[in-house]
């Protein structure tokens, strides 16, 4: 390789580069994996293959690697492989990065002019049988289950128009669909967003398209038994910008939030936009529907939290203050004209929302989160936000205690994924990985979910650093 990666958080640290394809058999576990856990863990994490471009460039480009760690009669083998995305052969080829700015072709080397730049770096999805790598700004790789090679990109044999497809399908486990949705859908920076579901099957069952006010970064939407909802943040895309070589997101508060709002058995037709002042949120927690009430629940905050999204805004804003003010539920009623909602809080501010996925789209009582608290630990740069999280929650949204628990002061965690219990009455558990800042090395943690402040019933030791995910997955055997 001719030159190093950038000095700057996005590539130093505990978020160096790895690119560490490998497999190791039977790692070591301290403590004792229940017996009950049975299933693979598959994560989605950028690593850059080669040094940037640009050296301004963010983690959120790196390119999609996919882990697997298979756990089985308490063992566990972990596999670890890039997607061979098209950009990707393309840069090895060239034995260096080809694709510029994040999301802006125009600032790419002419060779790959018309290629595809995705990186499938995001979420692994599980659904009719494939294993999706997604990115939000592109189609979608599939990738082998059990060996982790990839197969193609994939658009149901061509029969989806959308040119993207989201990092966040929402999954109904009583009917077995998969809803998802793609923005800028027809092209960069355009307003076209297609809303889509796929049947129990893995058919694409509708793709129903609609036009948002403003072009904006949709990571994530919510779905209730009846009801859709799209929010829109302030963070726009501009062609013109892009074909000056400028950024894909700028932070444009004036332009305020809408939330949209369709009933879930008809057509985009019937969505309803609630007009609101400018908020951010990059995940939703969980939403559910009570007749004409819908309530979604996430951490707003009043300013994008991605320094690199600051930074093409001119924003300087120190990162305690850009994080969320702490979990909310909006209620919107529907049968009401204006665009009033009311807000209730449920909890400490965050990110890396999950609950049980029985628990989706109901009325549900037990969420998990992660936040930041002095008292387990100082910041430590972990993550493509800048500090990593230090802290676990459990929410309890009927009443009772939030409960808390950290992984030691010198450890920052990775988004956590819930596994079911088979066992009548039990939580499931949570697993993830915690960087470990003293020794650089990786390990993987299992918590019971309905008993975190005890701390790990099991420990997995990597032998190298796990860089940090952006989203995993649990599928059972
Ligand atoms: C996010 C992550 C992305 C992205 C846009 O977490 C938003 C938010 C890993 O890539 O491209
Ligand atoms: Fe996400």
Known sequence: ???????????????????????????????????????????????????????????????????????????????????????????????????????????????????????????????????????EDGLPYEVDPKTLETKG???????????????????????????????EASGLATRDVAFCIEDKNGELQSEDWFQVPYCGLMHDFLVTKEHIVFPLWPMTADLKRLAAGGAHWVWEPEKGSYIGIMPRGGSVKHLRWYRLPARCSFHYLNAHSDGNRVHIDFAPSKVVMFPFIQDASGLHIPPDQAGGRGYVRWTFDLSKPGDDFEETPIGPGGDMPCVARKDAMKKYEV???????????????????????????????????????????????????????????????????????????????????????????????????????????????
């Open 153 to 183: 990109q994939f658009n149901y044999g061509g029969r989806l128009k959308s040119q993207t497809f989201t990092a966040h399908p929402r999954l109904d486990d009583d009917s077995g669909e998969m809803f998802f949705f793609g923005y």
């Open 367 to 477: 969420g998990y989160i992660q936040t930041f608290t002095p008292q387990n630990g100082p910041p430590h740069v972990a993550g493509p936000v800048g500090a990593g999280f230090n802290t676990v929650v459990r929410l309890d949204l009927a009443g009772g205690q939030h409960r808390m628990t950290g992984l030691g002061a010198n450890a920052t965690v990775q988004e956590h994924v819930h596994i079911p219990s088979r066992t009548p009455g039990h939580e499931g558990y949570l697993i993830f990985a915690v960087d470990r800042h003293d020794t650089m090395l990786s390990e993987i943690a299992i918590l019971e979910a309905g008993n975190i402040e005890r701390g790990p019933v099991a420990r997995v030791k990597m032998p190298f650093r796990l860089r940090n995910q952006v989203h995993g997955l649990w599928v059972e055997n």
């Open 1 to 135: 390789m001719t030159h190093a990666y950038p000095e700057v958080f996005d590539f130093a640290g505990f978020n160096a580069p790895s690119r560490i394809e490998c497999d190791i058999y039977d790692l070591i576990v301290e403590g004792e994996i229940p017996a009950e856990i049975d299933g693979s863990w598959y994560r989605a994490i950028p690593d850059p293959a080669f040094p940037p471009k640009f050296a301004k460039d963010t983690y959120l480009s790196g390119d999609g690697m996919v882990s697997l760690m298979r756990i089985e009669n308490g063992h566990a083998d972990f596999k670890q492989r890039y997607v061979m995305t098209e950009r990707l052969k393309d840069d090895r080829a060239a034995r260096r990065a080809l694709h510029g700015l994040y999301r802006n072709p125009f600032t790419d080397d002419p060779s790959v002019k018309g290629r595809d730049r995705t990186v499938a770096n995001t979420t692994p999805v599980w659904h009719g049988g494939r294993l999706l790598m997604t990115k």
